[in-house]
Structure formats: C-alpha cells, structure tokens
C-alpha cells in the first residue's frame, strides 16, 4: 500500500466515514498481524537457541584460529534478541487493542462501531473520532513497517504523530520512526530519532529499548564511551526493564 493510499485511508477512518465492515475489515487484519507476530516469536526463539550452541563451537574455535568468531556470533545473538524484545512488545500491544476493541463491541452489540458514521451523524460529534481510530491507523502503519515498505512506512508513522502526538501509541510510533531509518542504513538518522524517544516518551517502555539500540550502534560504530554511557542510563534509569541484563552484558564486554 502506498503513502498516498494509507493516508487517504487514515483520513477515512479518522473522519468518521467508515463503515461497519471497514472497522471489522481492520480488526481482521489486526488478528492476522497478531498471528504473524506470535510466528515470529517462535521464530526468533529457534534462532537464538541456534546462536548459543554456535557460540559454544565459536569459542573453541577462536581459541585455535584467532578470527573472532565468537565476536560474530554474539552480535548475531544480541540482534536476535533485540528483536524477540520489539516482537514481544508489539504483540502484547496488539493483543491489548484487539481485547478491548472486541469488549466494547459485545457490551454494545446494537451500538454504531467505533470509527462509524450512520446517515444524519455529524462526524465531528464527540465519540466518533476516537482511540479507535488511532489504533486501526498505526496498525496498518506497523503493517506497512513489517513488509519492509520503510518510506511508506515512515510516512505513516509520521502522519500518526500529527494527528495523536498524545495517544498511547505515540512511542511506539516514534520508536519505529527510528527502525525505519536504522533498518534502512541511515544510522546518523536512527540515532537522532531513537534520542527523541527518550526525550519525549522517558516514562515509556520504549525508553530502554531506544537506549539499547543507540548503545548497539555507538558500539558498532567504535563510540565506546557513548556506548557505556548509554548501557549505564538503561541501569540506572530502567531498573526493571527487560533490557538491563542485556545492557549489563555489554557494559562487561565493553569494559565498564
């Protein structure tokens, strides 16, 4: 789906001009999202048990060869990792949205679907434009950014932030702003996007995970100190995080 067509559709749902079978067409899309994100689980799952029995070869034989082996083969860890930790946040997100957009729509079954508009409603009466609707657009944003389609993705997210730049979301959006710009190689631009994180959602579970993904890059890049800086704040300011082991690791492997 092109930009164009995503925020013709946002401004569809947004408006108040959607039907019945539209929100229900979304949320159908948002289970099968869902579905794909617990597969990806599973996945990833697989392939970090694959990456640990490899470093236990690796090891072995970095002590003969000398060719950093090891060194590979814990990135590749580490990335899995990153990954299973974005899956499992979207997923719990997605399963939360889906759960309370069916809960509402059994506790009102003879009522208009959220996002709706019956012949006569005026479109900007309150309860029309809603949370709803946010949500519907940022999963069809999330889509676009699974797909690998990064500009049209970007382009979403963005429109997303205009729009809701309050809505509970509103991290997850910019969070992936910044993966959009990371998976595409501009790292210059992910490091800039993941620090707005931070800056603007500090509360949110988003925080340490751009705190994570900055330190990764500064560390690949050879910025040690900003690195272990940047390890550091994920300890000392996310205690309960599920990055702080992670972050841990590396602060050891970076000497600090």
């Not at 910025?223 to 272990?228: G, H, L, P, S, V």
């Amino acid at each position: 789906m092109s930009r164009p067509a995503l925020i013709a559709l946002f401004a569809f749902v947004a408006a108040g001009c959607a039907t019945k079978a539209d929100v229900q067409s979304l949320e159908t899309s948002l289970v099968e999202e869902m579905s794909q994100v617990r597969d990806d689980q599973l996945r990833l799952l697989a392939q970090m048990q694959t990456a640990v029995d490899s470093l236990d070869a690796a090891e072995a034989r970095r002590a003969s060869t000398g060719q950093g082996e090891t060194a590979r083969r814990t990135r590749q860890l580490e990335d899995a990792i990153s990954e299973l930790l974005e899956i499992v946040s979207q997923n719990n997100q997605l399963l939360n949205d889906v759960l309370a957009q069916r809960s509402a729509s059994r506790a009102s079954p003879t009522s208009p679907m959220p996002g709706s508009t019956n012949i006569g409603e005026d479109p900007s009466a309150p309860g029309i434009q809603g949370a709803d609707s946010a949500t519907q657009f940022y999963a069809i944003a999330l889509e676009e950014f699974r797909r690998g389609n990064l500009e049209t993705a970007r382009g979403a997210l963005e429109e997303f932030l205009a729009q809701y730049p309050g809505h509970e979301l509103a991290p997850d959006a910019q969070y992936h702003i910044a993966r959009t710009y990371e998976d595409g190689g501009d790292v210059a631009m992910a490091l800039t996007e993941y620090q707005r994180v931070t800056e603007l959602f500090p509360n949110s579970n988003r925080a340490p995970t751009s705190l994570w993904r900055r330190g990764l890059i500064e560390a690949e890049r050879g910025n040690t100190a900003i690195a272990r800086r940047l390890f550091t704040q994920i300890e000392s300011g996310y205690p309960n995080s599920p990055e702080l082991p992670l972050a841990r690791q590396e602060l050891e492997k970076l000497g600090g």
